[in-house]
């Protein structure tokens, strides 16, 4: 069945990096756009990134632009997300998640979703 | 961006009643609607797209309905395993935006 994996969260200082990992197995995983999601302690979801199936196109919520990019390597059915300039707001678990749906969507729903990894920004 | 309102942000019920959450868009996303049910330390887990199809293996007494800019996620019979947080999800453009929950309790 569909399996995702996230890892690389932890403890980490506002203005440092991080970069987190979903390996991805039960499917063709260079067919399938994949998302990144994330969700701050006691609150709700929110979607952050997006990369299409071939990793030419990707797209960000404002609020990580020019700080987070999202990359896949196909080879390894592995997304990525390298997240810069952390800062105490970007404090969640993060979920990497498959595009819903026809492959060749544009827009997608997430199914299924990984477990999550938990990234504290915290001096 | 398009904003989701869902409501109630809270709700109690009891087991067997009849429960409804409803989504509103801040503008027409057609039937680009999905609905995830979310437990406490869990991911969330799809039950609902494309507005009314319910994923496979989800329970029937889950139904969604609605078009446009107003929707519904309708329990028919509330059990103790729906308490959960439920959110909705617009997939017409990006950024893609989720309602903020309702949270499901059991009276």
């Known amino acids: 069945q569909v399996q995702l994996v996230e890892s690389g969260g932890g403890v980490v200082q506002p203005g440092r990096s991080l970069r ?7 499917f063709s995983f260079s ?19 997006v990369i299409s199936y071939d990793g030419s196109n990707k ?9 987070f990019t999202i990359s896949r390597d196909n080879s390894k059915n592995t997304l990525f997300l390298q997240m810069n300039s952390l800062r105490a707001e970007d404090t969640a678990v993060y979920y990497c998640a498959k595009a ?5 969507a544009k827009y997608n729903w997430f199914d299924p979703w990984g477990q999550g990894t938990l990234v504290t920004v915290s001096s | 961006d398009i904003q989701m309102t869902q409501s109630p942000s809270t709700l109690s019920a009891s087991v067997g009643d009849r429960v409804t959450i409803t989504c509103r868009a801040s503008q027409s996303i057609s039937s680009w609607l999905a609905w995830y049910q979310q ?6 887990k799809l039950l609902i797209y494309k507005a009314s199809n319910l994923e496979s293996g989800v329970p029937s007494r889950f139904s ?8 519904t996620l309708t329990i028919s019979s509330l059990q103790p395993d729906d308490i959960a947080t439920y959110y909705c999800q617009q997939y017409n453009s990006y950024s893609l935006t989720f309602g903020g929950g309702t949270k499901v309790e059991i009276k």
Not at chain 1, 59 to 67: E, F, L, N, Q
Not at chain 1, 100 to 104: D, L, R, S, V, Y
Not at chain 2, 66 to 71: L, Q, R
Request: with cysteine.
């Open chain 2, 64 to 71: 969604g309905s609605g078009s446009g800019t107003e929707f």
């Open chain 1, 100 to 104: 819903g749906g026809e492959p060749a």
């Open chain 1, 31 to 49: 067919s399938y756009g994949m998302h990144w999601v994330r969700q701050a302690p006691g609150k709700g979801l929110e979607w952050v990134a």
């Open chain 2, 39 to 44: 437990k406490p330390g869990k991911a969330p």
């Open chain 1, 59 to 67: 797209y960000y919520t404002d609020s990580v632009k020019g700080r």
């Open chain 1, 20 to 26: 987190l990992s979903c390996a991805a197995s039960g």
